[in-house]
């Protein structure tokens, strides 16, 4: 007895168990989705966020956001202030042009003065000679002969020839000069421009272009994070530095992480770093925002900023036009075979294929959606050329006829026979009684078809690879020409797009505003259909 | 309708009496032409299949005229864009046979536990609640189904299982097993829940447990629903596209071993959907690929009428005597 | 009676879609652009600085192969065709047999650069081994003096221009064993590679950035000096097709024509590959 009490047992804990996996499947599969989608709605976003939705959108408070940008970028000045000189250290190129200008400069005055030439030449030959022992000084690595060339230079400093000519600058910058070499490791210089450029590199992605910078070409680069999310990330790059260090003689190599302090340690950039993150939140100034214009704006710079709105349109347009061509063939087809067909071989033969069509895959309409509408049909119609919303939409309809008729079968069979007979028996003729009596009576059942069949069209994405769907085009003015749309942006953001990778919320976006049409149109059904068992149980 | 008396009123007009007011009017025409015209809307249906066979056919005959299936079904070398082209499917159809066998074997045991679970285990109240939760897991669109495989599943093989690469046949087929199960556990609810109270009654009757009564009795009785709910499962996993183009790696290879999942592999309907894209119109590759999808259309088209040969046992058994 | 109404407000909506716009077309700009996922980027990048500029210009860019590009040329369904790779003869033939006449506008350079993961220490590898790699001839990194890791190669699909360029020049057109993993464009190589610390695949220099490793390939580092001057030897224009010259003046020339200005090539450096002037 035990073993058959024990394997009953067994059997309905394992079903429980089963169960309780489906609906951790469910879980699993929409939650991230969900969860990571609505945070291309709702998240913190940041001065930036707002700045590019008013430049490209003129949304928000001008006034509010003029504010704004001061109080931020006076929270970044210092931290601009301390790159700037660090990279005067660094960076000499600027200087060595600097150098020259000045030089030129000077030429150019001598001979507006029109001295005589033997002066002019000893004056420029001594000038030329300053500025190689300037630019001596900016491009060695040793500090004690940048010291010594910066002596020689400033010994000229008091030359009668060079007072109050614009050759005094070089004497500034040595000045300048001497100053950066104490506080700047010279050794290191190369190792500090690589590092400063990666630094530089995180901090643009953070807080937009440096000041003085010129506006980079692709509008990506033209902000900074607009959310306190991404801004984090951007944050981490800038204060670690990741390095791949060996592990082992047969094992990949294991990123480490060097906090960018340590690296700068003793230069004048160090403190750049806990300014930083103490004050980001000054600088950007995060705010929680509702961003529900995501839904209706335009994708710019291949998703990067803006929404979903063309392929919100795109997939309903699909579905709609879907919807319209096959509801009136399919509940026609289910009331003809319920109401005059009976045992008619003809019936069965359509039922066969109505079955059959039920069973395709989905590719395969794909195929036939090319193959017919697309290559014959509607050039022949002369509706179309190549991929069109009409295409997709019409191989979408023979996809869901399978699914109306069916749902209008049983809806129209769950009508009881009292109905039409107490119409009949009224005097109202075949027809009549069926379009007044049965289809009314049916109508909220086949209007859960309808839905679920909306639901089914609108999350379809083979059906259109080939015949209405392309990744990035303008809003279609017309059902000839073809389509952005949920599904295949979706599957477009989940593979095809590096940039896509860089916004996770924007492909979890595409794909949760997909999930949720999806999900609220089932709802739908299922309360309709709860509603409808209701009634018919009395 | 009696036969008329020949000497009366009515035999005298020399025709029968009209049942139906007017059959003879014009708006009897008028409904007989009408009833013409839903009988065509309706045969729409049978026009689509026709359309759907003719036009696949069409543009993949003459692949098949020129090379005929020999190389398709003898080897793995699919190279169809080199310039000594090979087509070469046998590891294509292969992959498809992987993902859908694993598929299977996951959710058929799996749905068939549903299955019981929601006819017999479940109370009818709380069936209201649950059997929302199989119709949700239908209605996600597969391309959602695709995002979790490649963005959240295949990392988590890769760093938490040790796998190679995360998209491959494993992948694919847990995936396609849960968009399987829904329709695996309708179609076999729907079967189960046909048997009827008698037999349930009698089997307790008998002293039987509830697994033995579901595993001895039941399952059996309703073994023609469940054999027509496997089959519709193998339709729904080997005719899927997304979730297999975005997960399963493809690579037209065997694995090696056979039984190694872990292995990526490429299936009939992600080459269609991944070739197409860049293939030349009416070139041969095209065509291989039209190729691939008759086959595929056929393949189904079997497997359907089989469904239907089983699902018409079941409305037999129901509407006849029951045991 | 309620449902009556909505789907009635339903049909006049789509209705009112359908009816409206058709005829306001004939004075728009319309530009169609199809193939490559390699130069898709740029287009890309083209298109939106166009749009911006004339916001009645409506340009669609798709990406879906090298390959695809050249048949809508062909077929009349697209103005510009993208394309990394030279046309075939076959297409040529295509064309002509179409009254299309294709004429090429090298708009950058690019590399077709092997990559691997970041946590792989292998930085070079001769241009024999990455072909025998693709052979299946090597299985595990510790055969080339890596770690002990399972070699995931990875390749684009046969009809891609970069598929073609990596077949010619480093598999010498030998074919690849079956164990290789095909996707579908640039960036799906890319995440692959970022995520699979056993993977090696090939991308265009565009798309070499933190997230992967680029290899020496006969001791050459690809990057923007030595593809300019020839000395990566996986190099190779990036094209974009049209039929026949456009005309002067048209936005057909313009968009072709872009990649010669300053601003077009920082787009073309932008976005990672070679410009082919010293703007």
């Known amino acids: 007895m035990n ?117 002019y030449r000893d004056r420029r030959r001594a000038a030329r000679d300053i500025r190689n022992t300037l630019i001596e000084a900016y491009e060695t690595d040793q500090e004690a002969v940048a010291h010594d060339k910066l002596d020689k230079v400033l010994a000229h400093r008091e030359d009668s020839i060079f007072r109050d000519t614009p ?37 643009r992605n953070l807080l937009g272009p440096l000041p003085g910078e010129e506006m980079p070409a692709l509008i990506m680069n033209q902000y900074g994070a607009t959310r306190w999310d991404r801004a984090q990330v951007h944050l981490e790059n800038v204060l670690w530095a990741e390095k791949w260090v060996p592990a082992g003689p047969n094992k990949p190599m294991v990123k480490k992480r060097v906090p960018r302090e340590e690296q700068f340690a003793g230069t004048s950039l160090a403190p750049l770093f806990p300014l930083l993150e103490k004050d980001l939140d000054e600088m950007l100034r995060p705010r929680w925002t509702v961003h529900w214009q995501y839904f209706i704006d335009d994708s710019k710079a291949s998703h990067f900023f803006g929404g979903v709105g063309p392929e919100i349109i795109g997939t309903v347009l699909l579905t709609i036009l879907a919807i319209l061509f096959a509801v009136p063939l399919g509940v026609v087809s289910a009331a003809y075979m319920i109401e005059c067909g009976g045992d008619n071989p003809a019936i069965l033969v359509i039922r066969t294929c109505i079955n059959t069509l039920a069973g395709v895959p989905s590719i395969v309409f794909g195929l036939f959606g090319l193959a017919f509408f697309v290559v014959f049909l509607l050039p022949w119609l002369g509706l179309s050329e190549g991929s069109s919303i009409l295409a997709g939409s019409l191989t979408l309809a023979v996809l869901v006829l399978p699914l109306v008729i069916r749902a209008s079968e049983e809806a129209i069979r769950a009508v009881p026979h009292t109905y039409k007979e107490a119409a009949l028996s009224l005097g109202a003729g075949q027809f009549w009684a069926f379009v007044t009596v049965t289809l009314p009576a049916a109508l909220p059942g086949i209007l859960t078809g309808i839905i679920l069949s909306m639901s089914r069209a609108a999350g379809e994405t083979a059906p259109i690879l080939f015949t209405a769907a392309v990744a990035l085009g303008p809003i279609p003015e017309s059902i000839a020409q073809p389509t952005r749309a949920l599904s295949y942006g979706s599957y477009d953001m989940a593979v095809g797009d590096r940039i896509a990778a860089m916004v996770p919320h924007k492909q979890f976006g595409m794909v949760m505003t997909l999930v949720v049409i999806v999900l609220v149109l089932n709802l739908a059904a299922i309360l309709l259909r709860a509603r409808i068992s209701r009634k018919l149980r009395g | 309708m009696a036969n008329l008396p020949p000497d009366s009123a009515a035999a005298a007009f020399g025709r029968p009496l009209l049942t139906t007011p007017g059959e003879l009017s014009l708006t009897n025409y008028v409904r007989k032409a009408g009833r013409a015209v839903l009988f065509l809307l309706t045969a729409t249906s049978v026009l689509a299949v026709f359309l759907i066979f003719f036009f696949i056919i069409r543009e993949a ?108 046949a494993l992948n694919a087929a847990i995936l396609l097993a849960i968009m399987a199960l829904p329709t695996i556990v309708s179609v076999a609810e729907d079967a189960m829940m046909a048997v009827g109270k008698d037999l349930r009654a009698a089997s307790y009757a008998l002293g039987a447990t509830r697994a033995e009564t579901v595993v001895k009795t039941i399952i059996p009785a309703a073994h023609n629903g469940i054999i027509a709910a496997v089959i519709l499962g193998i339709m729904r996993a080997i005719g899927e596209t997304m979730v297999v183009w975005m997960a399963s790696g493809n690579a037209s290879q065997i694995p090696s071993p056979w039984w190694d999942l872990r292995e990526p592999v490429r299936t009939m309907t992600a080459t269609i959907a991944g070739d197409m894209g860049e293939t030349v119109k009416g070139s041969d590759h095209y065509r291989a690929l039209f190729t691939i999808g008759l086959l595929l259309l056929v393949f189904t088209f079997i497997l359907n009428l089989i469904t239907e040969y089983f699902l018409h046992r079941v409305a037999k058994r129901a509407g006849g005597m029951k045991l | 009676m309620r449902k009556l109404w909505m789907l009635v407000a339903v049909i006049g909506l789509v209705g009112a879609v359908l009816a409206a716009p058709q005829s306001a077309l004939a004075a728009e700009t319309e530009l169609q652009l199809e193939g490559s996922t390699t130069v898709g980027p740029i287009a890309d990048a083209f298109a939106e600085e166009f749009m911006r500029n004339h916001p009645d210009w409506r340009i669609t860019v798709k990406k879906t192969g090298s390959g695809d590009g050249a048949a809508a040329l062909v077929d009349g369904r697209c103005d510009i065709a993208n394309m990394s790779r030279f046309m075939k003869e076959k297409e040529f033939k295509n064309a002509v047999d179409n009254g299309v006449f294709p004429v090429a506008h090298v708009v950058a350079m690019d590399g077709v650069s092997v990559v691997v993961h970041p946590s792989n220490p292998i930085s070079e590898l001769t241009t024999e081994q990455v072909r025998d790699i693709y052979k299946g001839k090597y299985t595990n990194w510790n055969q080339l003096g890596g770690p002990n890791l399972e070699i995931v190669p990875i390749s684009r699909d046969t009809s891609s221009g970069t598929y073609e360029t990596f077949h010619k020049l480093v598999m010498k057109k030998e074919k690849m064993a079956g164990g290789v993993e095909y996707v579908k464009s640039n960036p799906q190589a890319h995440s692959r590679v970022k995520t699979t610390q056993g993977a090696i695949a090939y991308v265009g220099l565009g798309f070499v950035d933190a997230y992967v490793k680029a290899l020496e390939l006969d001791g050459v580092m690809p990057s923007q000096k030595t593809i300019a001057s020839g000395t990566y030897p996986v190099s190779r224009p990036l094209y974009m097709w049209t039929n026949g010259f456009p005309k002067l003046g048209s936005p057909t020339h313009a968009f072709v024509t872009f990649h010669l200005s300053e601003r077009g090539q920082e787009i073309v450096e932008a976005k990672g590959f070679v410009p082919i002037t010293n703007y």
């Open chain 1, 3 to 119: 073993r058959r009490r024990i394997s009953d047992k067994a059997f309905t804990i394992a079903a429980y168990v089963v169960f309780g996996l489906l609906t951790l499947a469910l879980l699993l599969v929409l939650g991230p989705i969900l969860v990571k989608g609505a945070s291309a709605v709702l998240f913190r976003g940041t001065v930036e966020f707002r700045e590019l939705q008013m430049d490209e959108h003129e949304r928000g408070d001008a006034q509010a956001l003029a504010e704004e940008l001061e109080a931020a970028e006076a929270a970044r000045a210092p931290v601009f202030q301390m790159i700037a000189e660090f990279r005067r250290g660094i960076d000499i190129d600027p200087l060595v042009e600097q150098a020259r200008e000045a030089n030129r400069a000077y030429g150019d005055l001598l001979r507006d003065q029109n001295v005589d030439r033997d002066v």
């Open chain 2, 61 to 168: 005959w003459p692949f098949i005229a020129k090379y005929g299936l020999d190389e398709m079904f003898g080897s793995t070398g699919w190279y169809p864009e080199a310039d000594q082209a090979e087509f070469g499917a046998l590891a294509i159809f292969a992959g498809s046979l992987y993902v859908t066998g694993g598929a299977l074997l996951i959710a058929g045991p799996l749905g068939l536990l549903t299955a019981a679970f929601l006819s017999d285990i479940v109370p009818f109240q709380a069936r209201q609640i649950i059997k929302p939760v199989v119709e949700l897991l239908a209605a996600i669109p597969s391309v959602a189904y695709g995002f979790f495989a490649i963005l959240v599943f295949a990392p988590f093989l890769q760093e938490h299982l040790g796998m190679a690469t995360g998209a491959n």
């Open chain 1, 167 to 203: 050759f005094e600058l070089i004497f500034e910058m040595a000045r300048d000069y001497r100053r950066i070499v104490e506080s700047v490791d010279l050794d290191h210089r190369d190792e500090y421009g690589r590092a400063l450029d990666e630094v530089l590199a995180a901090l």
